[in-house]
């Protein structure tokens, strides 16, 4: 479904004060609601919306926790939103990775060979923040493999 059918635009997202610029997977939900509660430029599947941490409202998110990888991703990628996610089979799936590529979309995927609890989840994303805001302006498609230490390209 196209972005603003389901009143997903970057002038709508602008003109409540917040630009949202990073999504945060439903595979990441514990970590997306602690980092909502630090940044206002964050979202998440089945986000609310609210009142960020900076007085500023925080548009809902139109993504729900149910919906599929080949469906959120090209609606998040052309709001311009950077993803995170956990999803460490996303770029062997077909139609997930030619959804990555058709939408340009840019993901940041936490290394998860080995369970990863929120605290773990946390410590990667904070120890690469810096990173990603780095890399925020570089055109998509593509993909990363974080861990608390490097970035690898994957796409």
Excluded at 53 to 61: H, K, L, V
Excluded at 104 to 123: P, S
């Amino acid at each position: 479904m196209p972005c603003a059918s389901r009143g997903l635009t970057k002038r709508k997202l602008h003109r409540r004060g917040v630009a949202i610029r990073f999504y945060i997977d439903a595979d990441l939900l514990g970590v997306a609601k602690i980092l909502v509660a630090l940044r206002s430029d964050i979202t998440y599947a089945g986000d609310p919306g609210g009142i960020g941490p900076d007085g500023i409202e925080r548009p809902s998110c139109p993504v729900e926790p149910g919906d599929r990888d080949v469906d959120w991703i090209p609606r998040v990628a052309g709001a311009g939103w950077i993803i995170i996610s956990r999803d460490r089979h996303i770029q062997h799936r077909p139609a997930e990775r030619t959804a990555l590529l058709a939408a340009n979309a840019r993901m940041f995927r936490l290394d998860a060979r080995r369970g990863l609890n929120k605290w773990q989840q946390l410590e990667i994303i904070v120890s690469q923040w810096r990173r990603f805001e780095d890399m925020a302006h570089r055109p998509g498609p593509w993909l990363y493999t974080v861990t608390r230490t490097k970035l690898r390209r994957e796409i």
